[in-house]
């Protein structure tokens, strides 16, 4: 599969934005979805993930309450609703995929930066 994210920009804090994450090449609803992020100078930050069918979501604390992680299998996209944006939000966002419940993150797209101002 082919992940390929989208959506980024530059916001004020208290801003929104919403990532898309869209799939090609296989079918989303065989795979696990996640969003990771990686600020400058940082190791990347596994952000949130969701299950095949949708039905479960992962979200690390320091998003928690504000992002919100959907799918929609029909379109072949994920999505990350970003609100109430922080400057500490600021990072390079990158979309994953893997097929089974545990184990590594196969699928990789290319991030798209989210830059949060004060």
């Known amino acids: 599969v082919q992940l390929q994210a989208s959506g980024g920009g530059l916001v004020q804090a208290g801003g929104s934005l919403r990532l898309s994450c869209a799939a090609s090449?296989?079918?989303?609803?065989?795979?696990?979805m996640a969003w990771f992020r990686q600020a400058p100078g940082q190791g990347r930050q596994h952000v949130s993930h969701?299950?095949?069918?949708?039905?479960?979501?992962y979200y690390a604390d320091s998003v928690k309450g504000r992002f919100t992680i959907s799918r929609d299998n029909a379109k072949n996209t994920v999505y990350l609703q970003m609100n109430s944006l922080k400057p500490e939000d600021t990072a390079v966002y990158y979309c994953?995929?893997?097929?089974?419940?545990?184990?590594?993150?196969?699928?990789w797209g290319h991030g798209t930066l989210v830059t949060v101002s004060s």
């Open positions: 994953a995929a893997r097929v089974a419940r545990m184990g590594s993150w196969e699928y």
């Open positions: 090449g296989d079918i989303l609803s065989r795979y696990y």
């Open positions: 969701i299950t095949w069918s949708g039905g479960l979501q």
